[in-house]
């Protein structure tokens, strides 16, 4: 018996069970592959100390059992970090204002960070997600929910001996390094960001994992074109981000009136070949940014009022995405519509972005007035109209049955059918353009007026991610962990109830038990002495 319960123990020790209805104690197949294959030791730093109170510390238990299974697969080990250890890491801490029982309100500062350090290499990870509009339990949740994602692909990462590429194109009035620079620096932490013109050799993309079109303003040439079906033929990947009008922002300034027109990129006929089209429309939209608007008729003292930009969208996420699950609001401006056409070709489309339940479609040509800033709100009968999908599958080329453009250099082979990849499509190219105030470069999404962070950057890094994810890490983050709050009504009007159940409960069931194996012992061995 003894040996028994030995062995029984050392299985305990070993095999594990996730008896949970979420799996939230399980690690998907993919991590699990990640961490075997190190071939070196690896060791988690754990930021989040300190006096914490009962969410942050839900956060940290979670933190520290994921680092705890990861352990099980591999060679890592775990140490709890100081916060000076983070000086001079561009991290900014977490101040929490919270209430004491005196009534006086406390503030503390938490870094709720990790890092994980391999080959001697570190990657610092943000265990704290912090969405626009979301209650603290529900930020605490998905940035749980978020944690399995973050180590992998940071990993991930911490694996690569050479940086994937990508690029940015140039050449067609796109968005300059400048007006993308707080993209690129999010991007930098996972890619060697490169920019460039197409030019005329046919495979001066194929080194890229992925291809970033921000926001083209002049059309594309064949040649262009031929360069970039080609590469997506061969898997490479591409994000359009591509109006479907053409406006002047400076005459917007300026004059306070823009003409709003159709804006022919000469991509139509490729992007329907690819099973897309972004039509030459102008959305607005209820949930949207307010701008200020001087509101006075005296030019000497002019009284700016806030006043809804119903042509700047806040778009809605799809929490079905693992691009999009669990990034907030989405700032833009001059939003066109996308539409999927074919649907019998095998490729998967996912609808990312989208407008309100209460939104309005106008055709173009049209003309946007700063003065004129009060529509009839009866109109807006859309709703949900897409503005971002993802494309997953197997393309045509465009070029088919055509010669390849002139002007090219030699062309090896033409291949008319891509192999499995993916695209994303943005009928909005700001999306992705941030702005500078006094030589510092603002987050991309973030909104100067209102001082509210949107969730750009989120999406527009996830998005590349996962056109670059070979080995479906993004798909972690589609793990979903239910939120179980306690009813705070119920709680205090049966305190009393709860107390004395879970300190007499307890005893009573101990008493029983002792009672039965007493009882039981006197009656078994007590028949035995007579």
């Given at each position: 018996?003894?040996?028994?319960?030995?062995?029984?123990?050392?299985?305990?020790?070993?095999?594990?069970?996730?008896?949970?209805?979420?799996?939230?104690?399980?690690?998907?197949?993919?991590?699990?592959?990640?961490?075997?294959?190190?071939?070196?030791?690896?060791?988690?730093?754990?930021?989040?100390?300190?006096?914490?109170?009962?969410?942050?510390?839900?956060?940290?238990?979670?933190?520290?059992?994921?680092?705890?299974?990861?352990?099980?697969?591999?060679?890592?080990?775990?140490?709890?970090?100081?916060?000076?250890?983070?000086?001079?890491?561009?991290?900014?801490?977490?101040?929490?204002?919270?209430?004491?029982?005196?009534?006086?309100?406390?503030?503390?500062?938490?870094?709720?960070?990790?890092?994980?350090?391999?080959?001697?290499?570190?990657?610092?990870?943000?265990?704290?997600?912090?969405?626009?509009?979301?209650?603290?339990?529900?930020?605490?949740?998905?940035?749980?929910?978020?944690?399995?994602?973050?180590?992998?692909?940071?990993?991930?990462?911490?694996?690569?001996?050479?940086?994937?590429?990508?690029?940015?194109?140039?050449?067609?009035?796109?968005?300059?390094?400048?007006?993308?620079?707080?993209?690129?620096?999010?991007?930098?932490?996972?890619?060697?960001?490169?920019?460039?013109?197409?030019?005329?050799?046919?495979?001066?993309?194929?080194?890229?994992?992925?291809?970033?079109?921000?926001?083209?303003?002049?059309?594309?040439?064949?040649?262009?074109?031929?360069?970039?079906?080609?590469?997506?033929?061969?898997?490479?990947?591409?994000?359009?981000?591509?109006?479907?009008?053409?406006?002047?922002?400076?005459?917007?300034?300026?004059?306070?009136?823009?003409?709003?027109?159709?804006?022919?990129?000469?991509?139509?006929?490729?992007?329907?070949?690819?099973?897309?089209?972004?039509?030459?429309?102008?959305?607005?939209?209820?949930?949207?940014?307010?701008?200020?608007?001087?509101?006075?008729?005296?030019?000497?003292?002019?009284?700016?009022?806030?006043?809804?930009?119903?042509?700047?969208?806040?778009?809605?996420?799809?929490?079905?995405?693992?691009?999009?699950?669990?990034?907030?609001?989405?700032?833009?401006?001059?939003?066109?519509?996308?539409?999927?056409?074919?649907?019998?070709?095998?490729?998967?489309?996912?609808?990312?972005?989208?407008?309100?339940s209460a939104s309005r479609m106008i055709g173009t040509p049209a003309e946007v007035d700063l003065a004129d800033l009060n529509p009839d709100l009866s109109t807006f009968k859309y709703s949900y109209i897409p503005v971002a999908v993802s494309m997953e599958g197997v393309f045509p080329s465009v070029f088919a049955h055509r010669l390849p453009p002139e002007g090219l250099d030699s062309i090896d082979t033409q291949v008319t059918k891509s192999i499995p990849t993916k695209?994303?499509?943005?009928?909005?190219?700001?999306?992705?353009?941030?702005?500078?105030?006094?030589?510092?470069?603002?987050?991309?999404?973030?909104?100067?007026?209102?001082?509210?962070?949107?969730?750009?950057?989120?999406?527009?890094?996830?998005?590349?991610?996962?056109?670059?994810?070979?080995?479906?890490?993004?798909?972690?983050?589609?793990?979903?962990?239910?939120?179980?709050?306690?009813?705070?009504?119920?709680?205090?009007?049966?305190?009393?109830?709860?107390?004395?159940?879970?300190?007499?409960?307890?005893?009573?069931?101990?008493?029983?038990?002792?009672?039965?194996?007493?009882?039981?012992?006197?009656?078994?061995?007590?028949?035995?002495?007579?």
């Open positions: 018996m003894k040996g028994f319960c030995v062995i029984l123990l050392a299985l305990c020790s070993v095999l594990r069970w996730d008896l949970t209805d979420d799996r939230r104690y399980s690690l998907n197949d993919a991590t699990i592959q990640l961490v075997e294959s190190l071939d070196a030791p690896a060791e988690v730093t754990i930021y989040l100390n300190g006096d914490l109170n009962a969410g942050f510390k839900r956060l940290r238990t979670a933190t520290t059992e994921l680092a705890d299974e990861l352990s099980s697969y591999g060679d890592i080990t775990i140490r709890d970090g100081e916060a000076q250890e983070l000086a001079g890491k561009d991290l900014t801490p977490t101040i929490v204002h919270e209430r004491t029982k005196d009534g006086k309100t406390a503030q503390t500062t938490i870094w709720p960070f990790a890092a994980v350090t391999y080959k001697g290499r570190t990657t610092y990870i943000p265990l704290l997600h912090n969405a626009r509009g979301l209650s603290g339990e529900e930020n605490l949740n998905q940035s749980i929910e978020n944690l399995e994602y973050a180590f992998a692909e940071a990993i991930h990462s911490l694996k690569q001996t050479e940086p994937l590429r990508i690029a940015f194109i140039e050449g067609h009035n796109e968005l300059s390094e400048h007006e993308v620079y707080d993209l690129s620096r999010s991007l930098a932490r996972y890619f060697q960001v490169d920019r460039g013109v197409l030019g005329t050799n046919p495979n001066v993309l194929m080194p890229y994992k992925v291809v970033i079109i921000a926001d083209p303003q002049r059309a594309f040439s064949e040649r262009d074109k031929f360069i970039l079906d080609q590469y997506l033929m061969h898997g490479g990947r591409i994000l359009w981000a591509v109006n479907g009008v053409r406006f002047s922002q400076d005459a917007l300034t300026q004059a306070g009136m823009t003409p709003v027109i159709p804006l022919d990129l000469n991509l139509s006929d490729m992007l329907f070949r690819y099973g897309i089209r972004v039509n030459p429309s102008l959305l607005q939209d209820i949930q949207c940014l307010p701008v200020p608007v001087n509101v006075s008729d005296d030019p000497e003292q002019p009284n700016y009022q806030p006043v809804p930009w119903y042509y700047g969208p806040l778009l809605l996420t799809s929490q079905l995405s693992p691009i999009t699950r669990n990034v907030g609001q989405v700032s833009s401006s001059f939003v066109s519509h996308v539409d999927a056409v074919g649907g019998e070709d095998g490729i998967v489309k996912s609808i990312l972005l989208a407008t309100s695209q994303v499509i943005i009928a909005c190219g700001n999306i992705l353009r941030n702005d500078w105030l006094q030589g510092e470069p603002l987050p991309v999404g973030y909104d100067r007026y209102s001082g509210m962070q949107f969730g750009n950057r989120d999406f527009l890094t996830n998005a590349v991610l996962y056109l670059a994810d070979d080995e479906g890490l993004i798909s972690l983050r589609q793990k979903e962990v239910a939120l179980r709050l306690i009813n705070t009504e119920r709680a205090y009007k049966y305190k009393a109830l709860i107390q004395m159940v879970s300190v007499i409960a307890p005893m009573i069931i101990l008493t029983i038990i002792g009672c039965s194996v007493l009882l039981f012992r006197r009656r078994r061995y007590g028949l035995q002495n007579e």
